[in-house]
């Protein structure tokens, strides 16, 4: 059971009911609590503002750019982009507009896309990225359990490869941590380590070949910052791919210059020659801000000074403006009216953040305070625990 609270956070990506007010120990007030179902089908979004909604402000050049490459790639060559910036600047945002806008166009043959992330908690996760890379480039049905992924990728492997299919299936289902059975097996079983690394390559590089042989292939790889080296190894060998074949690859991360990730990046500028283009994703400009608080919130009243303050705070960072704006909301300081978002009393009173860590830091502070104890445990455990450990010292504190 979840409260209001944190239902925010849970319900893009699970199915909850909802319980209604329940009493709780410890609350003077009935508390909204939720069951949590299961897992969506489709994860809905995480960042944003639900009913608030902008379109996306400037970055038309970026854009234009981004979909000049999909037709130089399905034109038959082969290409890199580089988008780089800060937290917040909006590098996802506009890879889905991207996406959107060259699937409107429509050009046949049509651009196959495949994606992997880079997890905030992956670097030490071997070939996290490349995995996640995998299970998006094989259109492995949902839901699907072991068995059933093991010979989907081997059927899937057998119509792109026929008899040669043994060579590739067995290390893609070994990088995703399938149990194989049999001469698929045998056969990963009987390499040491060095050498299964060199089929991992191979049969991704045969895999990409492959697909790109249908039609363009565009290949992001989503907060590189964040990758595993071992992902970082394999994928450095990949990248000379473009130098062949009509992909695509698209690196995007933060300028963090001693993540492993920013390998990729320093072998791109090395290799790439002309083929490459870099894109940094600056601060947006004074007008672009204005417009998105604009069409974020269509606040007549929203006094004068309140506005500037947002948009000097914010200094050109959308998710900065997103969470201001969700702040302001949380307090009471702009209220819902028949549809209309009006300015509330309170709004002068607000003391903006200077910066989205204090923002985050003063969302904390309104948290209940068993929740800020159990989130302060949890930050001295590690950036990272198994939610067991967590459990057993709080358990541990109460009977102590
Ligand atoms: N140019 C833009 N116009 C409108 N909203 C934007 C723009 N750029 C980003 N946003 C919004 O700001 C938030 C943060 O953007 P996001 O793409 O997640 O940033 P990043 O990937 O660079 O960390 C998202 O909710 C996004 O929709
Ligand atoms: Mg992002």
């Known amino acids: ?224 910052h964040w990758a595993d080296p071992s992902s970082v190894e394999l994928l450095i060998k990949l990248l000379p791919l473009a130098l062949e074949a009509p992909i695509l690859f698209c690196l995007v991360t933060r300028p963090e210059v001693d993540a492993p990730g920013w390998k990729l990046v320093t072998t791109a500028r090395e290799i790439m020659g002309g083929g490459l283009t870099e894109m940094t994703i600056e601060a947006l400009s004074d007008v672009d801000s204005r417009q998105l608080v604009a069409n974020l919130l269509e606040i007549e009243a929203l006094p004068d000074d309140v506005r500037t303050h947002i948009l000097h705070k914010a200094e050109g960072n959308p998710f900065f403006v997103e969470e201001v704006i969700r702040m302001l909301i949380d307090r009471g300081a702009i209220i819902q009216e028949n549809g209309n978002w009006i300015a509330g009393t309170k709004i002068e009173e607000v003391d903006i953040p200077d910066n989205l860590q204090s923002l985050l830091l003063a969302r904390i502070d309104r948290l209940p305070d068993e929740v800020k104890h159990t989130l302060r445990v949890a930050a001295v455990i590690g950036r990272q625990f198994p939610l067991r450990v967590l459990e057993q010292v709080l358990v541990g504190e109460e009977t102590a």
Not at 50 to 76: F, K, N, W, Y
């Open 1 to 224: 059971m979840i409260s209001e609270n944190t239902y925010r956070f849970v319900e893009p990506l699970f199915d909850c009911v909802d319980l209604g007010a329940i009493e709780v120990k410890g609350r003077p007030e009935p508390v909204n609590a939720y069951q949590v179902i299961g897992l969506k089908a489709e994860p809905g979004q995480v960042r944003g503002l639900a009913g608030l909604e902008s379109p996306m402000v400037g970055r038309d050049e970026e854009l234009a750019t981004l979909i000049q490459l999909c037709e130089t790639v399905r034109a038959g060559l082969g290409r890199a982009v580089l988008i780089i910036g800060e937290p917040g600047l909006g590098k996802t945002r506009l890879i889905t507009e991207w996406k959107y806008a060259v699937t409107r166009i429509g050009h046949e043959p049509s651009t196959q896309w495949a994606e992997g992330h880079g997890l905030s908690y992956g670097q030490g996760l071997a070939y996290h990225l490349i995995i996640d890379l995998i299970q998006s480039l094989v259109p492995i049905p949902a839901g699907a359990g072991e068995p059933e992924i093991c010979n989907f990728i081997q059927s899937y492997a057998e119509d792109l490869f026929g008899d040669s299919a043994l060579e590739v299936y067995p290390y893609l289902c070994h990088l995703l941590s399938m149990q194989l059975e049999g001469p698929a097996l045998e056969q990963v079983r009987s390499l040491d380590p060095q050498a299964r690394q060199a089929q991992y390559l191979a049969s991704l590089r045969r895999l990409l070949l492959a697909l790109a042989a249908h039609g363009p292939l565009v290949i992001i790889l989503e907060d590189l």
